[in-house]
């Protein structure tokens, strides 16, 4: 895949899970705080929390090329899937199909290089 199209979904795919985080964190503690008790929003700032700082980790790895931040991306899949929200379990299916399909692409890369030296 082209160094910049690769770069753009990888940024994409970060923007959007960010995003998804932003908007749980937004659901617990600002729209509708009275159905959530106080362990309830604590335990969901924490969980939201750690999964922004593993999504930036991703990103910051996918970026430089590292199969590390695809497997962590797949990681990152299931765990969407685990928390069984409709729009959470969809992002997870297909982030973990994007990164198992990159993870393919990365594999045959370096072999091309070396046949054009």
């Known amino acids: 895949m082209e160094e910049k199209k690769y770069k753009s979904v990888v940024v994409i795919w970060g923007g959007i ?15 509708r705080p009275q ?3 106080q362990l309830n929003k604590l335990t969901i700032a924490f969980i939201a929390t750690g999964m922004i700082v593993v999504i930036i980790a ?3 790895l996918s970026l430089d090329k590292k199969k590390s931040g695809l497997i962590l991306g797949i990681i990152i899949g299931v765990l969407y899937i685990m928390t ?15 990164c198992a399909v990159m993870i393919k692409g990365l594999g045959k890369e370096p072999k091309k ?3 054009q030296e």
């Open 58 to 60: 991703y990103i910051l």
């Open 84 to 98: 069984l929200n409709v729009i959470n379990v969809i992002a997870g299916i297909f982030f973990i199909i994007y």
């Open 35 to 37: 159905i959530y008790n």
């Open 113 to 115: 290089e070396q046949e």
């Open 17 to 31: 899970l960010l995003i998804l985080q932003a908007l749980t964190l937004i659901d617990a503690i600002g729209l």
